[in-house]
């Protein structure tokens, strides 16, 4: 599958952002989507993932509360509505795909096999 990430901006603190993840392919529902974020100088961490169905969300603690994943399996797109940004949410978003017909929702980055090339979200104070 390949991912194509969007919406990412700048934006002061407190603020809100939109993120957008397109996928390719015929099999959108059967693949568990996630979000990383990577900071400079920092190694690369698990934000949220969904299920097939969309019924299941997982959260990192940091995010928990202020942003939202979902997706919309007719246009082949998971969201990440991001509320009340934190200037320690500056980074580089990625969004990405387990293996299709792996059902179990994963936090860890070396379950996703595809990945979008990354949409820069910077939180000024």
């Known amino acids: 599958v390949q991912l194509q990430a969007s919406g990412g901006g700048l934006v002061r603190a407190g603020g809100s952002l939109r993120l957008s993840c397109a996928a390719s392919g015929r099999t959108f529902d059967r693949y568990v989507m996630g979000w990383f974020r990577q900071a400079p100088g920092k190694e690369r961490e698990f934000v949220a993932a969904i299920s097939w169905s969309g019924d299941s969300t997982y959260y990192g603690d940091y995010v928990k509360g202020r942003f939202a994943i979902s997706r919309d399996s007719a246009k082949n797109t998971v969201h990440l509505q991001m509320n009340s940004l934190k200037p320690e949410d500056t980074a580089v978003y990625y969004c990405?795909?387990?293996?299709?017909?792996?059902?179990?929702?994963?936090?860890?980055?070396?379950?996703?096999?595809?990945w979008g090339q990354g949409t820069q979200v910077t939180v000024s104070s």
């Open positions: 990405a795909a387990r293996k299709p017909y792996y059902y179990s929702v994963s936090t860890e980055i070396s379950d996703f096999d595809s």
